[in-house]
């Protein structure tokens, strides 16, 4: 009989063979692909160990209940002294938002306007705007608080009264803890009286300058009209002096010359009788001619200065070296021109004219100069006309009775625009200048006179 096991046999346990025997289930994907996933999956990060140091670092920075509370009694105390102060400024303030609405107004402003809060917040406070001004305001205000930038402007804000006040508005902006944008803040200060001040002087201002010039224009029109009666005396006197000096040319001196000529006749005459007593009246003859001649020469002289020779455009030249011809007796009178300078206007001419004669005839009364230079001269439009003489030099004081020619000269240049100067020399005598600036283009030509 065949040896059987006493060995009892272990029962099959299902599920492990089936452990065993099947892999596990992965949903239809293979060990690789689960592998990739674990991969790819975020893993959690353990959080360190909390130690003693680090829960205390946590509690410390952690405000506690009571820090927030001492916090916000900070911030409403601190409110509450902005509020204080701010009724308490004698000026109108305002703050506004990030958004251009006006959120908050001191009491001062409130009073100002006879308005609650409610009432001015947003846009209300424009309301009490003058209609004149508001546009302007708004566009100021807004253009200022895109650009972030201060602002400044007036207008008038109507009062509680109903009287609209001109108020001088500031306002900057205002900036947070971490310098964020948070709105705007301003003040204003009415400023009524010193505007209607500033006006009420600006038309004292206005009436005072209206009244100069009227009185200014009356004071023109006065030199004018004196200038015009100035210049008429002064042609009246040119037709007079040219109107005696024709008569003594055309009448006196022709009657000298006569006389003259028969004092001449009759010593002839005499002088062919060949008796003592007729030889002596032929001699007083004689003399009596050579009297007479001299006075007819004098007599022309005097003419020929009182109606000078016609002023063409070269004539002042021509004049003036006859003045200085007939100037030269016991002393020596020349004019030094290196070129010719023609002179379009008659007037002008004439005038430069008259002053070279006064001051010719001053050197040869006053003077006692030996030597007389009459200069003319044109440089880069400057038409220079001078009288030097080495006398004695004018005197420290002019009386006024000796000052008549003086002052006729400087008046003379005065009509002419020109600049008149007269004086002592370095060294000895007088020198008179007179300065006349010329057209821009002004010709001129050598002369050879000197």
Same mark, same amino acid.
């Given at each position: 009989?065949? +040896?059987?096991?006493? +060995?009892?046999?272990?029962?099959?346990?299902?599920?492990?063979?089936?452990?065993?025997?099947?892999?596990?289930?992965?949903?239809g994907k293979t060990r690789s692909e689960h592998a990739d996933k674990a991969d790819k999956?975020?893993?959690?990060?353990?959080?360190?160990?909390?130690?003693?140091?680090?829960?205390?670092?946590?509690?410390?920075?952690?405000?506690?209940?009571?820090?927030?509370?001492?916090?916000?009694?900070?911030?409403?105390?601190?409110?509450?002294?902005?509020?204080?102060?701010?009724?308490?400024?004698?000026?109108?303030?305002?703050?506004?938002?990030?958004?251009?609405?006006?959120?908050?107004?001191?009491?001062?402003?409130?009073?100002?306007?006879?308005?609650?809060?409610?009432?001015?917040?947003?846009?209300?406070?424009?309301?009490?705007?003058?209609?004149?001004?508001?546009?302007?305001?708004?566009?100021?205000?807004?253009?200022?608080?895109?650009?972030?930038?201060?602002?400044?402007?007036?207008?008038?804000?109507?009062?509680?009264?109903?009287?609209?006040?001109?108020?001088?508005?500031?306002?900057?902006?205002?900036?947070?803890?971490?310098?964020?944008?948070?709105?705007?803040?301003?003040?204003?200060?009415?400023?009524?009286?010193?505007?209607?001040?500033?006006?009420?002087?600006?038309?004292?201002?206005?009436?005072?300058?209206?009244?100069?010039?009227?009185?200014?224009?009356?004071?023109?029109?006065?030199?004018?009209?004196?200038?015009?009666?100035?210049?008429?005396?002064?042609?009246?006197?040119?037709?007079?002096?040219?109107?005696?000096?024709?008569?003594?040319?055309?009448?006196?001196?022709?009657s000298l010359s006569g006389l003259a000529f028969m004092a001449r006749s009759l010593t002839?005459?005499?002088?062919?009788?060949?008796?003592?007593?007729?030889?002596?009246?032929?001699?007083?003859?004689?003399?009596?001619?050579?009297?007479?001649?001299?006075?007819?020469?004098?007599?022309?002289?005097?003419?020929?200065?009182?109606?000078?020779?016609?002023?063409?455009?070269?004539?002042?030249?021509?004049?003036?070296?006859?003045?200085?011809? +007939?100037?030269?007796?016991?002393?020596?009178?020349?004019?030094?021109?290196?070129?010719?300078?023609?002179?379009?206007?008659?007037?002008?001419?004439?005038?430069?004219?008259?002053?070279?004669?006064?001051?010719?005839?001053?050197?040869?009364?006053?003077?006692?100069?030996?030597?007389?230079?009459?200069?003319?001269?044109?440089?880069?439009?400057?038409?220079?006309?001078?009288?030097?003489?080495?006398?004695?030099?004018?005197?420290?004081?002019?009386?006024?009775?000796?000052?008549?020619?003086?002052?006729?000269?400087?008046?003379?240049?005065?009509?002419?625009?020109?600049?008149?100067?007269?004086?002592?020399?370095?060294?000895?005598?007088?020198?008179?200048?007179?300065?006349?600036?010329?057209?821009?283009?002004?010709?001129?030509?050598?002369?050879?006179?000197?």
């Amino acid at each position: 009989m065949p +040896r059987t096991s006493t +060995r009892r046999s272990r029962p099959a346990d299902s599920s492990g063979a089936e452990r065993r025997s099947a892999p596990p289930s992965t949903g239809g994907k293979t060990r690789s692909e689960h592998a990739d996933k674990a991969d790819k999956a975020p893993r959690k990060r353990r959080s360190p160990p909390v130690t003693a140091q680090t829960s205390l670092r946590l509690q410390r920075a952690r405000p506690t209940r009571t820090q927030l509370e001492a916090q916000n009694e900070s911030l409403t105390a601190s409110e509450l002294r902005f509020r204080l102060i701010m009724d308490s400024a004698p000026v109108l303030v305002w703050v506004s938002d990030t958004e251009k609405q006006f959120i908050w107004f001191n009491k001062p402003w409130l009073e100002f306007t006879g308005r609650t809060t409610e009432q001015e917040t947003g846009e209300g406070w424009a309301e009490n705007v003058h209609p004149d001004d508001l546009e302007r305001c708004m566009t100021l205000y807004a253009s200022s608080f895109e650009k972030r930038v201060p602002f400044e402007m007036t207008y008038r804000l109507r009062r509680h009264d109903g009287e609209y006040r001109w108020l001088l508005d500031k306002g900057i902006p205002l900036h947070g803890l971490r310098e964020e944008f948070a709105g705007y803040i301003g003040s204003c200060v009415d400023i009524t009286e010193q505007r209607q001040t500033q006006n009420e002087l600006e038309r004292r201002v206005a009436e005072r300058t209206t009244e100069l010039l009227e009185a200014n224009a009356e004071l023109t029109a006065q030199m004018e009209e004196r200038n015009r009666l100035e210049n008429a005396l002064l042609h009246i006197s040119e037709q007079e002096q040219r109107r005696l000096g024709q008569d003594l040319h055309d009448g006196l001196c022709q009657s000298l010359s006569g006389l003259a000529f028969m004092a001449r006749s009759l010593t002839k005459t005499l002088e062919a009788q060949a008796l003592g007593a007729v030889a002596a009246v032929a001699a007083e003859a004689g003399r009596l001619a050579e009297l007479l001649h001299r006075s007819v020469e004098h007599s022309r002289d005097i003419a020929k200065g009182l109606h000078p020779v016609v002023m063409d455009a070269e004539g002042l030249v021509s004049a003036l070296h006859e003045l200085a011809a +007939r100037s030269s007796g016991g002393i020596s009178c020349r004019l030094r021109c290196e070129r010719m300078v023609p002179i379009t206007d008659n007037g002008v001419a004439l005038h430069l004219y008259r002053i070279a004669q006064e001051a010719v005839t001053n050197a040869l009364k006053h003077s006692g100069a030996r030597s007389i230079t009459v200069s003319l001269r044109l440089r880069q439009n400057q038409l220079s006309l001078s009288v030097a003489d080495d006398g004695c030099g004018m005197p420290e004081v002019i009386r006024a009775a000796d000052g008549m020619g003086v002052r006729l000269m400087k008046y003379r240049a005065d009509v002419i625009g020109a600049d008149f100067a007269i004086g002592k020399r370095k060294k000895h005598g007088t020198r008179m200048t007179c300065l006349l600036q010329m057209p821009a283009g002004a010709p001129s030509q050598p002369s050879g006179i000197s």
